[in-house]
């Protein structure tokens, strides 16, 4: 596609419910970054995938988080037993080489956790 | 650990002021800087960029000088449009781990016709 695609858009689940939320990246890009985004604060990197290395998970916050890519197309980022806190804008990126500021940003999932 | 402070806003001008958004920095290493811009309803774009002390960045009218010496990289533009109403990060990224983007909180800018 055109650019990074993000669905759902929208997503409001209950507490303790588990949500997969999925990213199609621009055809050809290697990296790809997961980002989230609380209201009134700045983006939280998550994940960083690069072609077939492992992942750098560092900025999972727990381990209810999780995030899969296959080669280097689609990625998933699961949260189970989502919790309130869990609210906020998740936002996924990809980049042709592993430089972020070189990423072009999808327009995000909005998770509303009730 | 690394992190990036810029104003809060929001930030109300009218079309042709000058416009100033502070951003300022604490880094390690050499720090790469960074100004995104997310319009309404669209994702996050580069806006510019500078990746060592004294460049400039530049584009669309915006411009940031990179200075290490106050740790500082604002964001300027001599005369706003409607069109620049939109929520402004800076964010940087360390050498070692390029790949990994630190933001600011967002200063949100409403340009009134």
């Known amino acids: 596609g055109a650019g990074v695609s993000q669905s759902p858009s929208n997503k409001v689940t209950e507490k303790g419910k588990d949500v997969e939320l999925r990213c199609d990246p621009i055809s050809g890009h290697t990296a790809l970054y997961w980002y989230r985004q609380r209201l009134g604060q700045g983006l939280e990197f998550l994940i960083y995938?690069?072609?077939?290395?492992?992942?750098?998970k560092s900025g999972l916050p727990s381990d209810r988080f999780s995030a899969e890519r296959t080669g280097e197309s689609v990625s998933t980022l699961t949260i189970q037993r989502t919790q309130q806190e869990d609210s906020a804008v998740y936002l996924c990126?990809?980049?042709?080489?592993?430089?972020?500021?070189?990423?072009?940003f999808g327009q995000g999932t909005r998770l509303t956790v009730v | 650990g690394d992190s990036v402070t810029q104003m809060e806003g929001p930030v109300t001008l009218s079309e042709e002021a000058f416009l100033t958004i502070n951003c300022t920095y604490t880094?390690?290493?050499?720090?790469?800087l960074f100004w995104y811009v997310q319009y309404p309803g669209e994702g996050l774009q580069l806006l510019l960029k500078a990746t060592k002390a004294d460049d400039k960045g530049s584009n669309k009218g915006f411009e940031a000088t990179y200075r290490k010496e106050t740790t500082s990289f604002h964001l300027e533009k001599g005369s706003v449009q409607v069109s620049d109403s939109a929520v402004y990060f800076c964010a940087l990224s360390e050498g070692d781990s390029s790949y990994k983007l630190i933001f600011g909180s967002g200063t949100r800018l409403l340009v009134r016709p």
């Open positions: 880094a390690t290493g050499y720090p790469s």
């Open positions: 995938f690069q072609g077939n290395s492992a992942p750098d």
């Open positions: 990126a990809s980049s042709l080489h592993g430089s972020a500021g070189e990423a072009f």
